[in-house]
């Protein structure tokens, strides 16, 4: 629908909406890296009794028609200021949409705990609600949590996802994040 509201393809207006006002430079579409150099983690997938590098490329990720659910490729840094934004937008402040607009993509809509892409959930560590959003290609995974009440946002990378049936890359995002969390607590608690 956006693509032919705007006349543009969904990947030059993310660039052109999201990533440029965010500062976002070292974001783009497709897998990161490349085949020729060892410039960016590779996504892995499981050979049953192990891990396979996927080398960037068509293989590498879902058909460009998807893209719009998971075909991007950050950097940490630039995950963060994403995630920032939102976090500003948990204040009530103005960002890459206005503070209106932030709170309808954060409020649940349906009574089930979901708003256009957030769960919402009570967490006691968040000291209230929680935004929290998860995503895969099928070689990686990232999980993502905001506690607004706290002004902390975390998000934990995999570059591997299923192996076996089980999905370990949301096994290991999920342990990872439980661990910044708690390391969050830990500093609150020392007043740091």
């Known amino acids: 629908m956006l693509e032919q509201a705007a006349g543009k393809p969904w990947e030059d207006l993310i660039q052109e909406k999201v990533f440029q006002p965010l500062g976002m430079l070292d974001t783009g579409m497709g897998p990161p890296g490349s085949p020729d ?3 960016q983690p590779w996504g892995h997938f499981s050979l049953g009794s192990g891990w396979e ?14 893209n719009p659910s998971n075909g991007v490729h950050t950097t940490l840094i630039d995950y963060s200021r ?12 103005n960002g890459l949409v206005t503070a209106d607009t932030y709170l309808r993509l954060h409020t649940s809509r349906s009574g089930v705990g979901y708003a256009l892409g ?18 895969s290609n099928k070689l990686w995974w990232a999980t993502v949590w905001i506690a607004p009440e706290l002004d902390f946002a ?15 890359g949301l096994e290991a995002a999920d342990y990872a994040a439980v ?8 500093l609150l608690a020392q007043g740091l």
């Not at 975390?154 to 370990?168: H, I, K, S, Y």
């Open 53 to 66: 590098p996927v080398e960037p490329g068509p293989n590498a990720d879902l058909p460009p028609a998807l």
């Open 118 to 135: 957030w769960a919402i959930q009570n967490r006691p560590w968040a000291l209230g609600f929680a935004l929290t959003h998860n995503g």
């Open 179 to 186: 661990v910044l969390i708690t390391r969050m607590q830990d």
């Open 37 to 39: 150099a060892p410039d």
């Open 154 to 168: 975390t998000v934990a990378l995999v570059n591997a996802a299923e192996a076996n049936g089980r999905n370990v």
């Open 82 to 93: 994403y995630l920032l934004d939102h976090l500003a937008g948990t204040r009530g402040e």
